[in-house]
């Protein structure tokens, strides 16, 4: 007896031509990884000094520019930062532990830079792993908002960008890197992280990802 053959086709709702989506303001989040004072004041991190180069003459710069952009549209901001739950760090993940990454809780080391200027009611979420969605309740809290897309920007671009763009995009994010406005300890390495995580998110420039807010939202 011949099994039955069935065609099966994806439903009309499923079917997405690009990533590529008019933003809405009231569904979008900018999200800044680990752009904190353990990360930008050298000796804390083996980190090169094209790292530092980069992010003083570009990322930093860049971020604050969507920012700028994000606040001026209403958009949600939101920080993350590397910090301990604990006063001994017993709640990092095995990782951090191994990796020895203990920014104590509430520490200078654990707070946003300054240039960044944060607004009282902009979220900050301390983090003890390299996903975002992992050691937080983000997830959560951007269900509870009503936000679909995250852009990301921040540090490191092979290790918690990364890991948080490839985790939001599983969770059902729209997610979108913003290709210079975050970096890591080489050029190579943040090229070669762009190249294996393209395929999760929406790839833009700080000019082309502020162009197309403001084409979007402010009309």
Not at 16 to 40: G, I
Not at 50 to 69: G, H, M, Q, T
Request: proline share 3%.
């Amino acid at each position: 007896m011949r099994s039955a053959e069935f065609k099966f086709s994806p439903r009309p709702c499923d079917i997405y031509e690009s990533r590529v989506r008019p933003f809405v303001k009231e569904k979008t989040a900018v999200l800044v990884v680990d752009v904190q004072n353990w990360t930008m004041e050298r000796g804390n991190l083996p980190l090169s000094d094209y790292f530092y180069e980069e992010a003083n003459k570009r990322v930093v710069p860049n971020i604050k520019s969507i920012l700028n952009c994000a606040r001026e549209c209403e958009i949600e901001v939101v920080f993350t930062v590397i910090e301990n739950f604990t006063k001994d760090g017993r709640d990092r993940s095995l990782d951090y532990k191994v990796s020895n990454f203990f920014v104590p809780k509430g520490s200078h080391d654990a707070k946003v830079i300054d240039e960044f200027k944060r607004r009282e009611d902009e979220m900050v979420i301390p983090k003890t792993s390299s996903s975002l969605f992992n050691s937080t309740n983000f997830e959560y809290l951007m269900r509870n908002i009503g936000i679909d897309t995250i852009i990301v920007t921040g540090f490191l671009t092979d290790q918690c960008i990364a890991a948080t763009i490839c985790d939001g995009a599983d969770r059902g994010f729209w997610m979108i890197c913003v290709n210079d406005a975050c970096g890591t300890s080489t050029r190579e390495r943040h090229v070669n992280a762009l190249n294996a995580f393209k395929g999760y998110c929406r790839m833009e420039s700080t000019e082309s990802i502020i162009n197309a807010i403001q084409k979007d939202i402010k009309k």
